[in-house]
């Protein structure tokens, strides 16, 4: 006797969103049942990866996670060719930490010039993210939305403290936007709603509900994101149906289960493969909770994805 799978039935759809221009353009979301269920209904996008570069060198990452962007991570010109002339990155997420007022405090007149530099040497969708400095970030955002406009690449992250600039310049320039609450299902589908009561698409918009690294809270994000995303198939929420971000290399290479050496843990194991081992795992279980664009660091944590996708779909 062959086996049947029992199957639900959903009534709502996640909203798919493209990002960049022309053929290296890249769509996610779209589905109409939980991750990676397309025995249930349609699954028309697998998610997408985004390497992770800084406008900056990124002197506060571990050794190991340093290690592979040696030679290219002091200009981020170089660092996003490298990403994707050779690590074949589909998609570069560029944070500008170079901006906070307590690392370089550069200009928004600088950050323009970067983006629009690597915009002129790439031709993969890019990532536009400020350094969570909410009022530095409303000047740094709409100056870089600007440089950036009509390329349609994702400006974020607008939060409750300042919303309102940030998506109105991404409205201006035709971009996406991120919306990041801080991990709570109510605070999410509040902001959502006050960006959609401005004017934005709700259709252009990309859901943060903030992450977490495994071991330190990550059960929790995992809950919030489950809960958003039944919210939009099973409750028809149509502020809860824009895909989700899991923008997990900041939180996971920040841990020290990712940075502590061997010597004073040695029954860890290998600092580079702990490391490594943490951000898939982190990046799996995000994937399963919902999320549909992810951000990430080490190459080889990008690879043990990518084969996880590939095995599910």
Avoid at 64 to 82: H, I, L, R, T
Avoid at 298 to 311: D, F, N, R, T, Y
Wanted: with cysteine; aromatic share 6%.
């Amino acid at each position: 006797m062959s086996f049947t799978p029992t199957k639900e039935t959903y009534s709502g759809k996640v909203y798919p969103v493209t990002i960049g221009t022309g053929d290296k353009a890249v769509t996610f979301g779209g589905e109409n049942v939980l991750t990676f269920h397309s025995f249930e209904g349609e699954t028309p996008n697998r998610p997408v990866i985004a390497y992770e570069i800084q406008d900056v060198p990124p002197t506060d990452w571990p050794d190991s996670v340093k290690k592979p962007f040696e030679g290219v991570s002091d200009d981020p010109v170089k660092w996003a060719k490298f990403c994707q002339d050779e690590l074949k990155a589909a998609v570069i997420a560029l944070r500008l930490i170079g901006t906070h007022p307590d690392k370089e405090d550069r200009s928004p007149a600088d950050a323009s010039k970067t983006v629009s530099d690597l915009l002129a040497a790439i031709d993969v969708p890019l990532i536009i993210l400020g350094s969570n400095h909410a009022e530095k970030d409303s000047q740094v955002l709409v100056a870089v939305a600007e440089a950036a406009k009509d390329k349609n690449c994702v400006i974020g992250k607008a939060q409750e403290a300042n919303y309102k600039t940030i998506a109105a310049a991404a409205m201006a320039n035709n971009h996406k936007l991120i919306a990041m609450s801080e991990l709570d299902i109510n605070l999410s589908k509040q902001l959502n709603i006050l960006i959609t009561q401005m004017g934005f698409e709700k259709e252009r918009l990309i859901t943060d509900p903030m992450c977490s690294a495994l071991g330190y809270g990550l059960e929790y994000t995992y809950s919030v994101m489950e809960r958003i995303r039944l919210a939009a198939l099973l409750q028809q929420d149509a502020t809860m149906q824009p895909p989700m971000l899991g923008d997990i290399g900041m939180y996971v290479w920040k841990v020290k289960e990712t940075h502590a050496p061997e010597a004073d843990q040695p029954q860890w194991g290998s600092t580079e493969e702990r490391g490594i081992a943490w951000e898939a795992t982190t990046a799996t279980s995000l994937l399963i909770a919902g999320a549909e664009l992810l951000i990430m660091r080490h190459p080889k944590a990008v690879e043990a994805l990518e084969k996880v996708i590939e095995e599910l779909i």
